[in-house]
């Protein structure tokens, strides 16, 4: 009789000590892609030819916690400038001035060279001239002529910055950091 009770017990310890493991393992999974990286898919065709729809990607959440979103950048956005979250590149800092013209970016009176672009850059709905804020940021799409970015919706908060992405995962033949 004892010798059942004891091989209960420990089939009941084991059972508890796996739950616990179990349910121990999802919590950290759900915090690290809440709070560290996530994965991300690409939607639509404003980040052609760096990224397109279909592709999946690595987005650092963490980081930016402790340094600020440089040039260059990709960044996803979440927040109150748009219903969607957006995949852009940063292209404007706080006090940055940004112009638009000839189908170009200049940045503080420069033109601002983006081999990565495709098409030619237009106002849009914005006024240029513009300086950036502090605690803004002026982001584009890649693909100029068919992307809704800071020309159209205006800067974006820091705030809003959801993360960094850092690696392409998805298709395969693609993946690599970017």
């Not at 979103?69 to 940055?96: A, F, N, Q, T, Y």
């Not at 950036?132 to 800071?150: I, W």
Request: net charge positive.
């Amino acid at each position: 009789m004892d010798e059942q009770l004891t091989r209960k017990t420990v089939v009941l310890r084991e059972l508890r000590d796996w739950t616990l493991a179990i349910i121990l393992a999802i919590i950290i999974a759900l915090l690290f892609q809440n709070y560290v990286y996530a994965q991300s898919e690409v939607h639509n065709i404003s980040m052609q030819n760096t990224l397109v729809a279909g592709q999946r990607l690595i987005e650092d959440k963490w980081s930016y916690r402790f340094k600020s979103p440089e040039r260059g950048d990709i960044v996803v956005i979440h927040g109150p400038e748009s219903p969607l979250r957006l995949v852009k590149r940063v292209v404007g800092l706080p006090g940055d001035v940004i112009d638009v013209r000839d189908g170009a970016v200049y940045l503080n009176g420069m033109k601002y060279e983006e081999p990565y672009v495709k098409g030619q850059t237009l106002s849009g709905k914005m006024s240029f001239p513009y300086t950036v804020a502090s605690k803004q940021l002026f982001v584009m799409g890649d693909n100029r002529e068919h992307s809704e970015d800071s020309r159209a919706i205006g800067p974006i908060a820091y705030s809003s910055i959801e993360g960094k992405v850092v690696i392409r995962i998805w298709p395969l033949t693609k993946f690599g950091l970017l």
